[in-house]
């Protein structure tokens, strides 16, 4: 298959699942689903395996895999998707070594064996499964009732309002967390040198003892090695002379002439063939001479090397004195000399973060309390940040819950600092109150309903239904979807415990979340199926030869769907009335969808610059 390299301009395309393949997953055996760029809605009855469907989205971005998701009889589950992939999505891929197709997209793919392993493949590459929830992360927000339950969590309530903020929180909070970074490191150094004065200053002492006694002995790197080659010599200086005279005596001859030595015959033999006509012996003659020269060299060496040849027994005592202190000291600290001295060099560095006097704590404590102060005021940056974008967010969720049929309805956000508790070692004073300085800033944030006009504000765990909850966290979904750079949401039955005009609202609004993003809905509301710029459909079969579910997804045309929509009308599928029902959700639903297009597109000229209101700049989305 020819691939597209990942390097040079890239061409600007909608990020999108295009398509995604589903086999041996559940009671879902093989099925297809081509997803649409806006709106796409997934319907079936109860146990038809709609539910497969997200949980093959969670295994593509990198999700547990369980082997009991594995289709009875079957060896494997496998899920693949083709991503129309965002610029970091690419880049992800150019990273692991994978590669785009020839269209550009991305193809990923998890399988799950029945014995539980698993393997994720990316680009035609295998790949570790995190690659593909680096993926998602990138790529895919799945929304489920689990999001719901973490809504009530006051660490994602912080991150909800941080998303939604963008840079104005997320430039003061990395200023933050690095200046915290060093707080905490100096502040347990200080406590460490304080309440470990005691071992600290016998570890130092024990430092200064070495250095001590490695700096009289003063060792030169590889002198350990020199000395032994030095006594080696100097022990053996008898022999070696011995050695060398008889070798010289072997060039040279004796002196009374009886022994006539190397040379004296080489010299003989050149005076033998150079006098002797012969044309050939005399070509030897200069070879001879070449011998004769390289002998006389040696020799004379040989008579140098006899000069120099100390037996000297002091120098030898010397160097055998200096060899036994050299190895007192590679006994205790190193097996070498060239050991010895690099941890001499690190005993040095260590005393330097030892020093356990006075002025040292000073040193450190005014060092601590100097980055406290800095640290203190990029926390209160980071709250009026965080103020600031709460009232935008309480006012933009609140506008769109009077949309989802709660038009007495406000959301509030609030922002206070956390006060530290006793003990507390992370306490920080900001505007003079001892605050917690969490990794997220001193803050906490909490989000409040209020249901109904003239009711307090409560907590959301405490002032919402689970329809309620549905709802508020939809409209959050698309306030936020301006500050959200993941391309693909998906919506697993959100619309949890409503009905009526709240449908058709919940509906409408994904609808118009449609216009920023891909959005995929699990659904078993008819109001909300009628938006669907594509509608799917999950339906139950057998296998044929046993009473076996197996389920399979197909694409609805327009009279197709009326029948679906019927059905969900508590089975009105084959009356009339019910048809009649359905035909009036699509006819309102494509109404509507016509009307909210044509407003945003007059709002998104309004923000163009010179045209008004500019678009706030979104932010990177933490999940």
């Not at 150094?189 to 570890?203: F, K, V």
């Not at 004379?300 to 030898?316: F, Q, T, V």
Request: glycine residues 12%; charged residues 30%.
């Amino acid at each position: 298959m020819c691939r597209l390299s990942l390097s040079g301009p890239r061409r600007i395309v909608r990020a999108m699942l295009a398509e995604m393949r589903i086999q041996g997953l559940g009671v879902i055996d093989d099925a297809t689903l081509e997803l649409d760029p806006g709106l796409t809605v997934l319907t079936g009855e109860t146990g038809a395996g709609k539910t497969m469907v997200v949980t093959g989205l969670s295994l593509l971005g990198g999700g547990r895999a369980e082997s009991s998701r594995v289709s009875e009889g079957a060896k494997r589950a496998m899920v693949e998707g083709r991503f129309t992939a965002s610029n970091a999505a690419l880049e992800l891929a150019e990273e692991v070594g994978a590669e785009a197709d020839e269209d550009g997209t991305l193809i990923a793919a998890r399988t799950v064996s029945s014995d539980g392993r698993s393997r994720a493949h990316l680009g035609g590459r295998s790949v570790p499964v995190g690659v593909l929830g680096r993926l998602a992360e990138a790529q895919l927000a799945v929304h489920g009732q689990n999001d719901q339950l973490r809504l009530l969590r006051p660490a994602d309530q912080r991150a909800l309002l941080d998303r939604f903020a963008g840079d104005a929180v997320a430039k003061p909070l990395a200023a933050y967390r690095e200046i915290r970074t060093e707080w905490l490191q100096v502040g347990a150094e200080l406590t460490e040198r304080r309440d470990g004065a005691r071992r600290l200053a016998q570890e130092a002492d024990m430092l200064r003892h070495g250095l001590t006694e490695i700096e009289s002995v003063d060792p030169q790197p590889g002198e350990d090695r020199e000395l032994v080659e030095q006594s080696r010599r100097l022990a053996a200086a008898d022999d070696l002379r011995a050695a060398a005279e008889a070798a010289r005596l072997a060039l040279g001859g004796s002196e009374d002439g009886d022994s006539p030595g190397a040379l004296g015959l080489c010299g003989e033999a050149r005076n033998l063939v150079s006098s002797s006509g012969d044309g050939e012996l005399e070509a030897l003659n200069a070879r001879l001479g070449e011998a004769l020269a390289v002998l006389g060299d040696v020799a004379a060496e040989l008579g140098g090397y006899l000069d120099r040849l100390d037996a000297d027994p002091e120098r030898l005592a010397g160097l055998l004195a200096r060899q036994a202190e050299l190895k007192a000291l590679t006994r205790k600290y190193a097996a070498d000399t060239d050991g010895v001295l690099e941890w001499a060099a690190g005993a040095r560095d260590r005393l330097s973060g030892l020093d356990t006097s006075d002025e040292a704590l000073a040193a450190l404590a005014a060092r601590r309390d100097a980055l406290a102060l800095d640290l203190a005021g990029h926390a209160e940056e980071l709250s009026i940040a965080r103020s600031a974008a709460s009232v935008r967010l309480a006012e933009a969720t609140t506008v769109e819950l009077a949309g989802l049929a709660m038009k007495d309805a406000s959301l509030r956000v609030g922002v206070a600092r956390r006060p530290a508790g006793d003990g507390d070692e992370n306490a920080l004073t900001v505007e003079g109150r001892a605050c917690h300085a969490g990794s997220s800033g001193v803050d906490e944030v909490e989000l409040r309903l209020v249901p109904h006009a003239g009711s307090s504000a409560q907590p959301l765990h405490k002032g919402a239904s689970g329809g309620e909850l549905s709802r508020v966290m939809l409209a959050l979904e698309v306030a936020l979807a301006g500050a959200d750079p993941v391309p693909t949401m998906v919506f697993d039955e959100v619309d949890a415990g409503v009905g009526g005009r709240a449908a058709v609202e919940i509906g409408r609004r994904l609808a118009r979340l449609a216009a920023r993003h891909q959005v995929i809905v699990v659904t078993h509301l008819p109001q909300v199926a009628a938006y669907a710029d594509r509608h799917l459909v999950v339906q139950k079969g057998t296998d044929g030869t046993a009473a076996v579910t197996r389920s399979s997804v197909r694409r609805l045309a327009e009279d197709d769907r009326i029948g679906e929509l019927a059905r969900m009308l508590a089975g009105l599928d084959e009356t009339d009335t019910g048809r009649a029902h359905a035909g009036e959700l699509l006819a309102a639903a494509s109404s509507h969808r016509e009307s909210d297009r044509a407003a945003d597109a007059s709002r998104r000229e309004r923000e163009q610059p010179g045209g008004g209101r500019r678009k706030r700049p979104g932010g990177a989305r933490k999940r």
